[in-house]
């Protein structure tokens, strides 16, 4: 209908004829500021009363009903100013809650369009043809080259090759696949060439299944209701039974319109708008970005924290954090020279490291860094008498390996012919004041932490035992994750999920709050209800502070309309209030309610700087049980 399309143009409107009609009460004789004020009370209160008469077809007396009746009384006695300043402030604060609340399901239409919609297809006779991925079938064979993205879910027959799955795991190291190895939709070729078996196509693959599972999860999650919502279910027929009862015992129409009148929550319906909107403001400032109100609201009820590992607890990229050397010091930069020559050659993010490293280590330059390396499937590489690889690889080519204290890291070893000349632990460090944060968490009140990984369950539980999680599950799936949350969810645990790629997705959406870190994905960022811009995980901490001041500023808001309301409604009865006054204490009653939110502004910022930094030389990272290349 008109009204409810263009109710924010009616109180735009509204307000405006109401401006108008106090100054022109003020500074003109005669009418005109009566009429202005009428005008801007029926533009702004049409969508108001058309809201009470909706509910009343369901049989709900809405807080709506009792703002319609009171604007009604107030133009009968000709408080003309009290109507129209009441509807505007009514829809006004519906405005700052409809604003803050908004969100955008875009994320879906990113994630779908992350896969191709062509693809090579393989026919019986060895040749290949572009093919629309809508026309693949179970059965049907794919050729991956470097840089193409999986459409479909299929096993390996031929060929290998590096794959990318974090869109999938959430897990920065690529996979090597051969024949036989499961590839999912999703995931990229970076490194060789794969000829793919389709097992599953559509929403039956496991990329399918993550844009399924975020749009139901979103379908499903209706916004948390608004404490003035649930108060107006006996707050208004209170006040409507209030003003039936005193016009019919004593008879005065005029006292009964002006209870109305008194009674109408000015200040109430503002109560939670006005502080949602400074309590936001003031998270921006400090790098916490909720998408509402109600996700103030949620936050101040979970009980339990599960967190996604990779990107959100440990850094997100690998680095080496350990050499044992077995040469010389000063042949140390020309092996490492070597063996950046070597691995530029691949781009296994193991390999990657060691670059990194050696950069940072100003190895020396190598002439023969064009030689290709041969690559041995699930150990290593090898160039020239180099080889570099797992210890699989240096038992293959009689290297003695000497104990070596045990590493929770991936190990990569370096041997010349059958000399070693280096070990490299290779690690993803666990992200700084990790386990601060986790001990500031218990003390907010949040009763479970636990971590959710596509990681090894062992390298999981490592991680999980270093920072101190109640629990710390590894070798899961999205799908897996979204249902281990709904588990808890059945055990009425509120949940709030913390994580930064596609595949959080659906976990962020099912959770009762999804919290995403600045650098995440868009898709992530969509989905969540809260961002943390500054990435930084002490942020966690100043967001359930951030959480509890608003809801309790809320509540606080909501006793003090009530309050004022309810002394109001007995001094009139007895005689101690008048229309006048009423009404001044009534607008006095709205700047408190403001003044009271404006406090949210004060909250402190906590300084990373005051928090003690984790050494990453000490950091416990995964296992992954992949080959080393």
């Given at each position: 209908m008109f009204v409810q399309q263009h109710k924010y143009q009616l109180m735009v409107a509204g307000g405006g004829a109401t401006v108008l009609g106090l100054a022109a009460s003020q500074w003109l004789a005669g009418p005109v500021g009566a009429i202005l004020l009428i005008l801007g009370t029926l533009l702004a209160g049409a969508p108001i009363a058309w809201n009470a008469l909706a509910a009343l077809r369901v049989k709900v007396i809405s807080i709506e009903l009792l703002v319609t009746i009171?604007?009604?009384?107030?133009?009968?006695?000709?408080?003309?100013n009290e109507g129209a300043i009441v509807t505007f402030l009514f829809l006004f604060g519906d405005w700052l809650e409809s604003k803050s609340l908004a969100k955008t399901r875009s994320a879906i239409e990113d994630l779908a369009?992350?896969?191709?919609?062509?693809?090579?297809?393989?026919?019986?006779?060895?040749?290949?043809?572009?093919?629309?991925v809508t026309n693949l079938a179970v059965g049907d064979t794919i050729q991956l080259a470097p840089g193409t993205t999986a459409p479909v879910d299929g096993q390996v027959i031929g060929g290998t090759g590096l794959l990318d799955e974090s869109r999938i795991t959430g897990e920065p190291e690529e996979r090597r696949k051969t024949a036989g190895d499961p590839v999912y939709s999703g995931s990229t070729v970076t490194n060789g060439s794969l000829q793919v078996q389709v097992s599953q196509v559509g929403d039956d693959t496991v990329y399918g299944q993550i844009i399924e599972l975020v749009e139901d999860a979103q379908d499903a999650q209706s916004p948390v209701a608004s404490f003035i919502q649930r108060f107006a279910k006996w707050y208004t027929p209170l006040v409507l039974l209030i003003s039936l009862t005193v016009g019919l015992i004593t008879r005065d129409t005029r006292l009964a319109i002006t209870i109305l009148v008194l009674g109408c929550p000015g200040a109430l319906v503002i109560g939670a708008p006005v502080t949602n909107v400074v309590g936001i403001g003031t998270g921006a400032k400090q790098g916490l970005l909720l998408k509402g109100g109600d996700v103030a609201s949620a936050l101040n009820q979970i009980d339990t924290l599960v967190f996604d590992k990779t990107g959100t607890l440990t850094a997100g990229r690998t680095s080496v954090q350990h050499v044992d050397w077995f040469v010389d010091p000063a042949d140390r930069k020309q092996w490492l020279g070597h063996i950046a020559a070597a691995e530029k050659q691949s781009s296994h993010p193991l390999g990657q490291a060691l670059i990194t490293y050696a950069d940072q280590h100003d190895a020396a330059a190598d002439a023969a860094a064009s030689e290709a390396p041969q690559v041995v499937a699930g150990q290593g590489l090898t160039v020239s008498t180099l080889a570099i690889g797992n210890a699989q690889l240096m038992t293959s080519r009689g290297v003695s390996l000497p104990a070596l204290p045990a590493s929770t890291a991936s190990l990569v070893y370096?041997?010349?012919?059958?000399?070693?000349?280096?070990?490299?632990?290779?690690?993803?460090?666990?992200?700084?004041?990790?386990?601060?944060?986790?001990?500031?968490?218990?003390?907010?009140?949040?009763?479970?932490?636990?971590?959710?990984?596509?990681?090894?369950?062992?390298?999981?539980?490592?991680?999980?035992?270093?920072?101190?999680?109640?629990?710390?599950?590894?070798?899961?799936?999205?799908?897996?994750?979204?249902?281990?949350?709904?588990?808890?969810?059945?055990?009425?645990?509120?949940?709030?999920?913390?994580?930064?790629?596609?595949?959080?997705?659906?976990?962020?959406?099912?959770?009762?709050?999804?919290?995403?870190?600045?650098?995440?994905?868009?898709?992530?960022?969509?989905?969540?209800?809260?961002?943390?811009?500054?990435?930084?995980?002490?942020?966690?901490?100043?967001?359930?502070?951030?959480?509890?001041?608003?809801?309790?500023?809320?509540?606080?808001?909501?006793?003090?309309?009530?309050?004022?309301?309810?002394?109001?409604?007995?001094?009139?009865?007895?005689?101690?209030?008048?229309?006048?006054?009423?009404?001044?204490?009534?607008?006095?009653?709205?700047?408190?309610?403001?003044?009271?939110?404006?406090?949210?502004?004060?909250?402190?910022?906590?300084?990373?700087?005051?928090?003690?930094?984790?050494?990453?030389?000490?950091?416990?990272?995964?296992?992954?049980?992949?080959?080393?290349?």
């Open positions: 009171a604007v009604v009384g107030a133009l009968i006695i000709g408080e003309y369009t992350a896969l191709p919609a062509m693809v090579k297809k393989i026919n019986a006779d060895g040749s290949q043809i572009d093919t629309a370096v041997a010349a012919g059958t000399d070693l000349i280096a070990r490299f632990a290779i690690t993803d460090p666990v992200r700084p004041q990790a386990r601060e944060t986790m001990a500031a968490l218990r003390k907010q009140g949040i009763q479970h932490l636990i971590m959710l990984s596509g990681d090894t369950p062992a390298a999981a539980q490592r991680i999980g035992n270093q920072i101190g999680l109640d629990e710390a599950k590894g070798g899961l799936l999205p799908a897996d994750k979204a249902a281990y949350i709904k588990q808890l969810q059945a055990h009425s645990q509120h949940v709030a999920f913390v994580g930064d790629g596609i595949n959080d997705s659906p976990s962020l959406a099912q959770a009762d709050v999804g919290i995403a870190m600045g650098s995440g994905t868009d898709v992530a960022m969509d989905t969540a209800d809260v961002i943390l811009m500054n990435n930084a995980l002490p942020a966690l901490n100043r967001l359930f502070t951030l959480a509890r001041r608003m809801t309790r500023n809320v509540t606080e808001n909501i006793a003090l309309a009530v309050g004022t309301v309810a002394l109001l409604l007995l001094g009139l009865i007895a005689g101690l209030v008048t229309m006048g006054s009423g009404m001044l204490v009534h607008e006095a009653s709205i700047l408190l309610v403001i003044a009271n939110a404006l406090r949210l502004r004060r909250i402190p910022q906590k300084k990373a700087a005051n928090l003690t930094p984790v050494n990453f030389s000490n950091a416990v990272v995964p296992d992954n049980n992949h080959e080393s290349h």
